[in-house]
């Protein structure tokens, strides 16, 4: 999202996500679904794996 410089608004209408689905995910609030996982990186047309970090 950052790197594309897209808002949530813009994040949730590209992915058919909720905008609060996006934000919750965004800041770890939450434990999204595979499918919903799915729906992100087909919207931002990007491989699953790069919604996964690993931090140190």
Not at 7 to 36: A, C, F, H, W, Y
Not at 37 to 53: Q, R
Request: charged share 25%.
């Amino acid at each position: 999202m950052f790197e594309h410089e897209l808002s949530v608004r813009q994040v949730s209408v590209l992915t058919g996500v909720p905008p609060s689905t996006i934000e919750k995910t965004m800041r770890e609030d939450s434990n999204p679904t595979i499918r919903t996982l799915y729906k992100i990186s087909k919207g931002l047309k990007i491989p699953i794996t790069d919604l996964f970090s690993v931090g140190d």
